[in-house]
């Protein structure tokens, strides 16, 4: 049994207006399949007017066009009657953290997932502007990286931090592997000490980096940090719900884990790997 905790809706004949639950039934049936018996359904919350100032990025910016209440009125409807968790994916900007408590409160979530797509204006999965990682020293922007993911988890904001070495995405070089250990070292002791859960994404093996988030030497660190860890597909369409959690088990538990977490509509569960 798994719970896919990161699963976007935004697909297919969907849309930010009109979410049918037959779509939603389609993630759950692939999912079933799979071994998957609940979802955690996230929107990016940069889809939402309400969130316009509190993204990093043009980018983001200029995608806040639909009102939260259409997204909140779908969860109302079906948060009682399917196996579901409800939430959001949220960019996290430091300097915005007030009004981003404040977004958030407008709605009870089960969770909400922290994530730093972004460095000021440099989007680092958005693919147009992938050059940008040769235009400074990679040292900069893993560290930078991580700096932002440290706050977005002492912020309390959110339960667990998403796809944790996203700057690999493209399977450019990386830092030397002791730099990087530095950096995973920092960034699980803050998630440690707030209780901050670390996302297995199996979405990268789906990006030109053909490897799971996150690194297995960073996910060792955060077992030994004793940081809880999800399992999510990152899923965007029904058919990759659930997709390749067999090797994130096996990555898991060569990292040394025996359980997985979900927070759901009782809180954080555990489930046996
Ligand atoms: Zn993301
Ligand atoms: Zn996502």
């Given at each position: 049994m798994w719970f896919d905790h990161h699963v976007h809706m935004e697909h297919g004949p969907y849309s930010p207006l009109e979410y049918p639950i037959a779509w939603?039934?389609?993630?759950?049936?692939?999912?079933?399949?799979?071994?998957v018996s609940g979802i955690g359904i996230?929107?990016?919350?940069?889809?939402?007017?309400?969130?316009?100032?509190?993204?990093?990025?043009?980018w983001s910016r200029q995608r806040c066009r639909y009102p939260l209440?259409?997204?909140?009125?779908?969860?109302?409807?079906?948060r009682p009657s399917y196996p579901i968790a409800v939430g959001l994916e949220m960019d996290y900007v430091p300097e915005n953290e007030n009004g981003i408590r404040t977004f958030l409160s407008r709605y009870p979530w089960d969770f909400v997932l922290g994530s730093i797509h972004f460095i000021g204006d440099f989007g680092l999965d958005v693919s147009e502007m992938k050059e940008q990682?040769?235009?400074?020293?990679?040292?900069?922007?893993?560290?930078?990286?991580y700096a932002y993911s440290m706050k977005a988890a002492q912020s309390g904001l959110f339960q667990a931090i998403t796809h944790p070495d996203l700057p690999k995405i493209y399977g450019f070089?990386?830092?030397?592997?002791?730099?990087l250990l530095g950096l995973y070292r920092e960034f699980v002791e803050v998630l440690a000490d707030m209780g901050v859960a670390l996302e297995i994404?199996?979405?990268?093996?789906?990006?030109?980096?053909?490897?799971?988030?996150?690194?297995?030497?960073?996910?060792?660190?955060?077992?030994?940090a004793h940081v809880p860890i999800t399992f999510a597909s990152d899923a965007h369409e029904p058919e990759n719900v659930g997709l390749?959690?067999?090797?994130?088990?096996?990555?898991?538990?060569?990292?040394?884990?025996?359980?997985?977490?979900?927070?759901?509509?009782?809180?954080?569960?555990?489930?046996?790997?």
């Open positions: 939603l039934e389609e993630f759950l049936a692939v999912g079933e399949g799979r071994g996230v929107e990016h919350a940069y889809r939402f007017t309400e969130a316009q100032g509190l993204l990093p990025g043009e209440a259409g997204y909140t009125a779908f969860l109302d409807v079906v990682y040769f235009h400074q020293p990679v040292e900069e922007i893993w560290t930078q990286y070089q990386k830092p030397p592997e002791s730099f994404n199996t979405a990268g093996l789906r990006r030109p980096v053909k490897e799971i988030y996150p690194h297995p030497a960073l996910l060792a660190e955060a077992n030994r390749y959690f067999p090797q994130a088990r096996v990555l898991a538990r060569e990292a040394g884990y025996d359980t997985v977490v979900f927070f759901g509509p009782r809180g954080m569960e555990h489930i046996a790997l």
